[in-house]
């Protein structure tokens, strides 16, 4: 019996510490498969107001490098070409959530007319955070994303105040109606010329539309309108300030009317070389792309994160342009 006994108990041990041992390399395994997901290769969308401009290309290679740093993340990087076509982006969004992605990076061109979208994936349980552009009230985002967009506007209206001696007749020229990054940023301008009783907005009501030939004619209307008495113009986007600094040079206007832009290119930053362009606010496009997919991420991995997450914002003037903070900024790093 003692025989017999002994044995048994001897292969019981033995059954024993193999079994801790594979449990223990088990939960080992489990706990650490890398953050996307659990191991599990995430797929996030990635949707831009449009695709058209440098400033997305930019975000685009922050929400990659993001993808690449964490690892088993997939972006599927798409939106519309045209930022002003609000149906083609719902449209886009509405295809990610039949494909059933893991997440949505979503810059809404318009804040009202992307909330039932954005509703929809929510309810199919696929999370979004917004970037850049804000949405109307409703949907449980996980975060927003985003520059400080009224105080992106205040530093133009001050920075303009500077540069035309804190005296005469500006204008603001707006983008489109709905966009609420750049509604954001006008109302910011407005607010800050308050202090300055000297100043005069001749003009504050006028929409440039999404793209530089529309500004450039918008800009020309303005300009043969108040020209003579006006000493400074504000421009509140990229496309919006290309436009603009044409019209300003066709019009031989160009370093008489002090010009403030929001967003760089490659002409905008010529342009203050020249003294054509008196100062640029600058976003952060790849921190953008960059957080907005790790909130993502995170989220999806039961981690949580304030409501707003700014990424910054900065005023490059021709004296301090060719620092290396600034020229970061001036020329981003884009997608090949």
Known sequence: MKRFILPLVALLAVTLIVAGCKSSSDNSSASNTGS??????????????GTSHE???SVHFGAEKAAQEIGNVEIIWRGPVVESD?????????????????GIVLAPNQKGGLVDAVDESIGEGIPVVIFDSGLDD???IV????????KGGQMAGDAMAEAIGEKGNVILLRYIAGSESTEQREE????????????????????????????????????QLHGESLAGIFAVCEPNANGTLEA??????????????????????????????HGIVLQDPVQMGYQSVITLVDFINGETSDDFQSTGEYLATPENMDEPKYQKLLKPETVQ
């Open 36 to 49: 996307a997901g659990g191991g599990k290769q995430l797929r996030i969308a990635v949707i831009p107001k």
């Open 55 to 57: 400033f997305w290309r």
């Open 86 to 102: 609000t149906g083609s982006q719902i449209e886009v969004v509405k295809s990610m959530i039949t494909m059933g992605v893991d």
């Open 138 to 140: 409703g949907p449980e």
């Open 143 to 150: 975060s927003y994303v985003a520059t400080d967009n009224f």
């Open 188 to 223: 910011g301008f407005l607010e800050a010329l308050k202090k300055y009783p000297d100043i005069n907005v001749v003009s504050s009501d006028q929409y440039a539309g999404d793209n530089a030939t529309s500004a450039k004619e918008k800009a020309d209307q303005l300009l």
């Open 248 to 277: 300003i040079k066709n019009a031989g206007m160009a370093g008489k009317v002090k010009f403030i832009a929001f967003d760089p290119s490659d002409a905008l930053i010529q342009a203050m070389r020249d003294d054509h362009c």
